[in-house]
């Protein structure tokens, strides 16, 4: 299969996109100026949102009445273990290394797959998603950040408040990130511009896969929505609260063996790498971005970087930013 054109990626803008504040690093940060009020568009999308968060919880709740009955079926654990491997690797090689950082470049077929599979995994659609992520690169743990803990201070009181607005709360303001500033070449690839368009129909059929498979597997319609709960929303909202700890816990706890930029605080931390396919070796992330590989130091277990090795050695992913080891030491403290 030959390469097909892939529009370079666009890096952040630098540090001085926005106009310069004062910030020590541990104050909290200056006040926003007035947020525009919502349009009928912007409520609808917090509703989403809201629907988008709440929901699997609401499944959490009828899951634990379906257990006390004892409905669970050993086909609803295996989808929920499948479909959570493909939309997570969709997040982490598709959105997150491949489209936000240019790690590597793929094949039309395969970044459009992994476009699709990220799509399914209720994030947001994949040029906002991006877009997002870069203005976090841009301003990481200062002013400008959509999403760090320190937003409130670095006291007991601010980072009880700025975990949790690290994690969800951040999606509930009004605070969009432009995606012509951020990600205008997601914005004239036709590709991608498609895929963010579908992302509607792409929840829809995140969730009626489980649903129709468990049925067809199980027989009846109840297997149906038993895989509906478990391999639908309960896996939908595992991997949110997976990604959104990555936002969170990994700019608070954990270890950090690599420089970053001033008041940059990501870290590395450990019991969430399986389950984050390596992003939680955030650390590294954090000091060398367009690294394919996040996990580096021995024992450091990243499937996302396996995913990107396997596909390079099938040609369909080529120009790997591998880390050397120089590179590596360069950056450790």
């Given at each position: ?113 992994l476009a699709v599979a990220g799509s399914m995994s209720f994030q947001g659609d994949v040029i906002g998603w991006v877009a997002t992520h870069r203005r976090h690169h841009a301003f990481t743990d200062r002013p400008g950040d959509p999403h760090s ?185």
């Amino acid at each position: 299969m030959s390469p097909s054109p892939v529009t370079p990626v666009t890096a952040p803008p630098p540090d001085t996109a926005s106009p310069p504040r004062r910030y020590d690093g541990t104050s909290p940060f200056p006040k926003d100026a007035p947020l525009p009020a919502r349009t009928g568009a912007e409520r609808v999308y917090v509703f989403v949102t809201a629907v988008i968060v709440v929901l699997p919880f609401v499944a959490l709740g009828l899951v634990g009445w379906l257990l006390w009955g004892r409905l669970i079926h050993p086909t609803d654990i295996a989808l929920a273990a499948v479909l959570y491997t493909v939309t997570g690797l969709g997040v982490t090689v598709g959105f997150h290394r491949g489209l936000t950082h240019g790690g590597y470049r793929a094949v039309r077929p395969v970044r459009i797959a992994l476009a699709v599979a990220g799509s399914m995994s209720f994030q947001g659609d994949v040029i906002g998603w991006v877009a997002t992520h870069r203005r976090h690169h841009a301003f990481t743990d200062r002013p400008g950040d959509p999403h760090s803990p320190y937003r409130y201070g670095t006291h007991l009181g601010g980072q009880l408040r700025g975990v949790l607005h690290a994690h969800v709360g951040w999606l509930f303001r009004n605070d969009r990130t432009p995606a012509d500033r951020y990600a205008p070449d997601l914005l004239a690839d036709r590709d991608i511009r498609a895929v963010a368009r579908a992302f509607p129909a792409l929840c829809v059929l995140t969730l009626a896969l489980p649903f129709g498979l468990g049925w067809a597997i199980g027989g009846s319609w109840p297997y149906g929505v038993t895989a509906l709960l478990w391999a639908g929303l309960v896996r939908i909202a595992l991997l949110h609260h997976v990604t959104w700890s990555v936002n969170s816990l990994c700019h608070l706890i954990g270890d950090r063996p690599f420089r970053t930029r001033r008041h940059d605080r990501a870290t590395n931390l450990w019991p969430l790498a399986l389950l984050s396919f390596g992003e939680s070796w955030h650390n590294l992330h954090h000091a060398d971005p367009t690294s394919a590989r996040h996990g580096v130091d021995r024992g450091q277990i990243d499937p996302s970087a396996a995913l990107i090795r396997l596909l390079e050695r099938l040609g369909w992913v080529y120009d790997v930013h591998w880390p050397t080891p120089e590179r590596v030491a360069a950056r450790r403290v």
